[in-house]
């Protein structure tokens, strides 16, 4: 069943008193239980659809979708009540940057304990709350790999390391029991061990909690691993979804195939030294944005037709929008 169902969302920005379309008709969706990545270069709008999502866009900026519901409830039109409520309950984000979305003032420990919902707390008098409180917390700590919580629950971020930092922001968006889990590149900067756990403990959740999980991230080969499908985004336009699994082996889109073949670990026919393969150029600026499908000026397939923006096609459950796709010949 698909509880997150985006279609077509479009978000204009003011840019030098000019709208610009900083996404343009990006569709999407969550099944539940479902790990969906969403990958593309910097730049290409992932935060801004995270933030599209939970409602974290200035007011000013315009938003517009054909769907964008949560379990059939359009969060468009639902009151900032209603939509909070949902993101309280049941859709928790993790954000890009850990550091800058825990609270420099105040010690992890208040932090986590205010994000316990009151509805979980056991007991009739204070202490007995407090106790509980204090339990749930604890409870959660060690869920996400943090042992030594006594050494740190009483420090403030900046006396923590990233990875101490960004498995409480995981704690802090669990601690709620969330239905979906939206995780926006948690894994960057992180070494390679750290990294690991945190995408095992992602899995692990998925598949013991049943929690859905929209992965933004970079790393094809981990997310490879723990995806079930994936979303493909270039310059705020969405390029090609569908499951892992046919994704990795025929894709149908140039910059899917040029995503997936610039990753030496994704090419397992790649002779030691011999150059990877990418596409010339880069991402243009939301300022200078080609008109059409926005891989125009890199596409070594592109032709005229490309100036007209691609209709969305589909092959079973495999989506993509290009005039020439990779099955078929460039006429
Ligand atoms: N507050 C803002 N004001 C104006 N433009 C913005 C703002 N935030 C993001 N953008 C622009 O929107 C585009 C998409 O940005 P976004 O942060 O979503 O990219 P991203 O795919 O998340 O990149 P990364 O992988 O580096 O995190 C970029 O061109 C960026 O410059
Ligand atoms: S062939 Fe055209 S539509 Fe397809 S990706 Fe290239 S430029 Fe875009
Ligand atoms: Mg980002």
């Known amino acids: 069943m698909v509880i997150l169902d985006i279609k077509n969302l479009t978000l204009e920005i003011e840019s030098n008193?000019?709208?610009?379309?900083?996404?343009?008709?990006?569709?999407?969706?969550?099944?539940?239980?479902?790990?969906r990545a969403l990958v593309g270069?910097?730049?290409?709008?992932?935060?801004?659809?995270?933030?599209?999502?939970s409602g974290a866009l200035p007011p000013q900026w315009i938003v517009t979708a054909d769907r964008?519901?949560?379990?059939?409830?359009?969060?468009?039109?639902?009151?900032?009540?209603?939509?909070?409520?949902?993101?309280?309950?049941?859709?928790?984000?993790?954000f890009q940057d850990p550091m800058a979305a825990l609270?420099?003032?105040?010690?992890?420990?208040?932090q986590l304990l205010?994000?316990?919902?009151?509805?979980?707390?056991?007991?009739?008098?204070s202490w007995e709350r407090k106790r509980s409180r204090m339990k749930i917390a604890e409870q959660i700590l060690h869920r996400v790999g943090i042992n030594e919580v006594a050494s740190c629950i009483n420090k403030y971020p900046h006396e923590l390391s990233l990875d101490i930092c960004q498995k409480f922001m995981i704690a802090m968006a669990l601690i709620s029991q969330p239905?979906?889990?939206?995780?926006?590149?948690?894994?960057?900067?992180?070494?390679?061990?750290?990294?690991?756990q945190i995408l095992a403990l992602l899995t692990h959740l998925n598949k013991t909690r049943e929690l859905s999980i929209l992965f933004v991230g970079h790393d094809l080969l981990a997310i490879s691993a723990m995806a079930h499908s994936m979303t493909v985004l270039y310059c705020g336009q969405t390029v090609e979804?569908?499951?892992?699994?046919?994704?990795?082996?025929r894709p149908l889109h140039p910059y899917t195939k040029a995503l997936m073949d610039s990753a030496p670990s994704f090419s397992p026919d790649l002779q030691p030294k011999s150059m990877l393969v990418a596409l010339e150029g880069t991402i243009p600026?939301?300022?200078?944005?080609?008109?059409?499908?926005?891989?125009?000026?890199?596409?070594?397939?592109?032709?005229?037709?490309?100036?007209?923006?691609?209709?969305?096609?589909?092959?079973?459950?495999?989506?993509?929008?290009?005039?020439?796709?990779?099955?078929l010949q460039v006429i």
């Open 179 to 196: 239905t979906l889990l939206i995780a926006d590149d948690p894994t960057r900067g992180m070494e390679t061990n750290i990294k690991k």
């Open 68 to 94: 964008l519901t949560w379990r059939g409830e359009n969060l468009l039109t639902m009151t900032r009540a209603q939509r909070q409520a949902i993101m309280r309950r049941d859709i928790a984000v993790i």
């Open 41 to 53: 270069e910097s730049g290409s709008g992932k935060s801004l659809i995270v933030r599209a999502i």
């Open 285 to 327: 600026t939301l300022q200078h944005l080609p008109i059409g499908c926005r891989l125009g000026p890199r596409c070594p397939r592109a032709t005229k037709e490309c100036v007209q923006v691609p209709m969305e096609r589909t092959i079973n459950e495999h989506k993509y929008r290009c005039h020439h796709p990779l099955h």
């Open 241 to 249: 979804s569908g499951k892992m699994k046919a994704l990795r082996k």
């Open 103 to 110: 609270d420099p003032s105040a010690r992890l420990k208040e």
């Open 17 to 35: 008193g000019v709208l610009i379309k900083a996404l343009d008709k990006v569709s999407l969706t969550i099944q539940e239980n479902e790990i």
């Open 114 to 125: 205010e994000s316990v919902p009151d509805e979980f707390i056991e007991g009739r008098y």
